[in-house]
Nanobody
């Protein structure tokens, strides 16, 4: 079983920055894709950014140039540096990872979510 623990959310004024972290633990053999999603109040969860096992990064258009996703493979941790935050970035942020356990079982796990509030 693989668990994800997120941290780093909070409240910030527009134009400010936050850094989210998500650490995966458990019987992990390898982690492939690591990603962040967000869910604004009253809306569906949407994809924000992805980093591959090789370090390739992909971003949703509205966060390009403002957010940076990165990972530390030794720590099975993914980060999301969020700069120039806007009120529309407000929501619950979830990390998602996929990989294989030491028993060769594929997993796809979600974190519990961390709240980000941006005030204008």
């Amino acid at each position: 079983q693989v668990q994800l623990v997120e941290s780093g959310g909070g409240s910030v004024q527009a134009g400010g920055s936050l850094r989210l972290s998500c650490a995966a633990s458990g019987s992990i053999f390898s982690v492939y894709v690591m990603a962040w999603y967000r869910q604004a109040p009253g809306k569906s969860r949407v994809w924000v950014a992805t980093v591959s096992s090789g370090g390739d990064t992909y971003y949703e258009d509205s966060v390009k140039g403002r957010f940076t996703i990165s990972r530390d493979n030794a720590k099975n941790t993914v980060y999301l540096q969020m700069n120039s935050l806007k009120s529309e970035d407000t929501g619950d942020y979830y990390c998602n990872t996929a990989g294989r356990t030491v028993n060769g079982v594929a997993f796809n796990s979600w974190g519990q979510g961390t709240q980000v509030t941006v005030s204008s």
